[in-house]
Nanobody
Framework: VQLQASGGGLVQTGGSLRLSCAAS????????MGWFRQVPGKEREEVATITWNWGTTNYAGSVKGRFTISRDKATNTVYLEMNNLKPDDTAVYYC??????????WGQGTQVTVSS
């Protein structure tokens, strides 16, 4: 399984970014996809997850209402639309996938920096 994340960058407070994660290597039926983020010195945080089959989503409280996770089954791509970004959203963002409720496969991170 390979995951390729992209779309990070520098944005001002209140701005928007869309992260993409291209997945390959197997079919993802019955698997979950997720976005996580990490700041140096802090634990990794789960940001949003989505079930591949039904598109059921779950969000961290800190991003609910601002971020939207979605998936495109035709292209095996997962997106994270981030709006109204805040400096606290600054982190390296990772996409991950796996079955049985576990995220066993991880992509490389993409840096998101929100300036105040």
């Amino acid at each position: 399984v390979q995951l390729q994340a992209s779309g990070g960058g520098l944005v001002q407070t209140g701005g928007s970014l869309r992260l993409s994660c291209a997945a390959s290597g197997r079919t993802f039926t019955n698997w979950n996809m997720g976005w996580f983020r990490q700041v140096p010195g802090k634990e990794r945080e789960e940001v949003a997850t989505i079930t591949w089959n039904w598109g059921t989503t779950n969000y961290a409280g800190s991003v609910k209402g601002r971020f939207t996770i979605s998936r495109d089954k035709a292209t095996n791509t997962v997106y994270l639309e981030m709006n109204n970004l805040k400096p606290d959203d600054t982190a390296v963002y990772y996409c991950a996938t796996g079955g049985s409720g576990r995220f066993a496969y991880w992509g490389q991170g993409t840096q998101v920096t929100v300036s105040s």
